[in-house]
């Protein structure tokens, strides 16, 4: 079976302002001296993804945390996902979980979105994951693999697709599940994965996020059927970050 090679991503929210392009250089420099055995991602606010790509960091891409289904029109305050791709950015996150609480994204939103980014030839970084309440009442799964069906368009292609699995109670808790957890919740996403695509939902990557960081990332990267991992706070700081990238010469 193909493995994707693994990508840790970060997503900085609403963090971030000009004199974070040091974090940026400090990161690539980090990499060019010590490697990195896995892609590496940045997502920016929207304010900063033009400085942050025009600096030519060879070793880190970088993509948007959001864009509105439509190419353009009447959408005070939004952002297009031709409008970022412009800017050189080849991923786009869609659907977190903040967004689907503080914005009301439900799954048929959260679709569209990723086919716009996906029209525009962009990779759709598609999140999912369950509340505390739903995981207390055993209805994680359902929920997950729900929302996994629901919100893959039908623009989707095993290489412009990403899910990512984040636990809503585990992001910036400083809580994650238990290895079996994630275990088997990403093995039920990868056989919704291979149900939609055949063989090749196979090299579908899968990422992790919820408190992660420099001491959990080796073994939870070692998960069978974890891509990688979408990082919030921990990617803030290169040092930090490079450290969860780092689990990957842990891993082999």
């Not at 929210?13 to 990161?27: C, D, P």
């Amino acid at each position: 079976m193909m493995t994707p090679k693994a990508l840790v991503a970060g997503n900085w929210k609403m963090n971030g302002l000009k004199a974070s392009t040091q974090e940026i250089t400090r990161l690539n420099d980090l990499i060019n001296t010590s490697g990195a055995k896995c892609d590496v991602l940045i997502c920016p606010p929207f304010t900063l993804i033009s400085t942050f790509a025009g600096l030519g960091a060879e070793n880190v891409a970088i993509g948007a945390q959001d864009c509105h289904m439509n190419v353009s029109g009447a959408h005070t305050g939004d952002i297009s996902a031709e409008m970022v791709v412009e800017l050189g950015c080849k991923h786009i996150i869609v659907g977190h979980s903040e967004r689907r609480a503080d914005h009301g994204e439900n799954n048929d939103v959260v679709n569209a979105k990723a086919a716009a980014a996906q029209n525009e030839g962009a990779t759709a970084i598609i999140c999912v994951g369950e509340t505390i309440e739903e995981r207390e009442a055993g209805k994680a799964l359902d929920v997950v693999i729900s929302q996994v069906k629901a919100s893959i368009p039908q623009s989707a292609t095993a290489s412009n697709t990403i899910i990512a699995y984040e636990p809503v109670w585990a992001i910036g808790s400083g809580h994650t599940p238990t290895v079996m957890d994630v275990q088997e919740m990403h093995k039920a996403v990868r056989e919704v994965l291979m149900s939609r695509f055949g063989a090749s939902g196979a090299g579908i990557k899968i990422l992790y996020g919820g408190s992660v960081k420099a001491s959990n990332a080796p073994e939870l990267m070692s998960v069978p059927n974890v891509n990688g991992a979408l990082v919030g706070g921990a990617s803030l700081k290169a040092d930090d970050f490079y450290g969860i990238i780092s689990a990957y010469d842990e891993i082999g």
